[in-house]
């Protein structure tokens, strides 16, 4: 049942990679995965070529949400920065996160473990731990998650850097989402832009992003010149809204660096 209300309740906006800023109708910030540092430049050499697109020396957050701890989704210098400047901010995601926070100076307190199928709630956000499958050898991820995250009545389902797994698919029992985000990048563990648009189709979700590509150039994500076939990186989000539509799989949005997206309950969502 489509609801009749025209209010914006939440507001999305795209940090690049995976990391994503969701604004509740009161102002307080959910920061997803939050990659506002070059911290993977000084980690293993990549350097960023996207913009940054939030100053984490001057953003207030009531709670950051990280699905894993590589790099581009647990930046400590971001978190660190965030921590010092927000001593409300409220640090979530698996246990893998923790002795890491901890390393930065931030205090046990402030960070709550969630894990898959586990539910916590954060000012005006509510999080679900999804099940997702990221196996990079030498980064081991053994409790990645995907998350859903509600606020408003507005219900965003973030999938986590994962492989295509129909394990995935038992998120749908939190739906319908009135927006996906779905990696699409097809290397390091994660799934191609056709496979990301597959699992788009399979659930119920008002309108579909890609996201985890540009940050880094080409070869930052182990494509090359010439690179074709199975196991080859799939950048070009126009990809991942070409096989949507092939599907006949959900309306999509392909965002910019910085733009917003205004949400409001686009169904009655159940309890």
């Known amino acids: 049942m489509t609801s009749t209300s025209s209010v914006a309740t939440a507001t999305l906006t795209w940090l690049g990679q995976a990391g994503y800023a969701l604004e509740a109708a009161d102002g307080q910030l959910c920061l997803i995965d939050p990659y506002l540092s070059d911290y993977v430049l000084e980690e293993l050499g990549t350097p960023r070529i996207a913009p940054v697109v939030l100053d984490a020396s001057s953003t207030s957050a009531t709670c950051v949400a990280i699905t894993h701890w590589h790099h581009d989704h647990l930046d400590l210098p ?3 920065a965030l921590a010092a400047t927000n001593p409300q901010t409220i640090f979530v995601g698996p246990s893998s996160i923790v002795f890491r926070l901890l390393g930065r100076g931030i205090a046990r307190d402030r960070i709550v473990t969630l894990e898959r199928e586990e539910t916590t709630a954060v000012g005006p956000f509510t999080l679900h731990g999804t099940f997702a499958r990221h196996e990079v050898p030498g980064f081991l991820t053994e409790d990645a998650i995907g998350l859903v995250v509600e606020t408003g009545g ?33 290397s390091g563990g994660c799934m191609n832009a ?13 309108v579909a992003i ?17 690179q074709d076939g199975p196991g080859a990186p799939t950048l070009d989000p126009q990809l ?31 309890a």
């Open 78 to 80: 971001t978190c660190e």
């Open 154 to 186: 507005v219900r965003i389902l973030h999938s986590g850097d994962t492989e295509y797994d129909a394990r995935c698919l038992a998120v749908r029992r939190h739906g319908p989402f009135d927006a996906g985000l779905f990696v699409s990048n097809g």
């Open 194 to 206: 056709r496979e990301a648009a597959l699992m788009a189709s399979a659930l119920e979700v008002g």
């Open 210 to 226: 890609p996201c985890h590509y540009g940050m880094w150039a080409p070869e930052g994500y182990g494509a090359w010149s010439g």
């Open 240 to 270: 991942f809204v070409d096989t949507c539509a092939q599907l006949g799989g959900p309306r999509t949005r392909v965002l910019e660096h910085g733009e917003p997206l205004a949400l409001r309950p686009v169904r009655d969502l159940p």
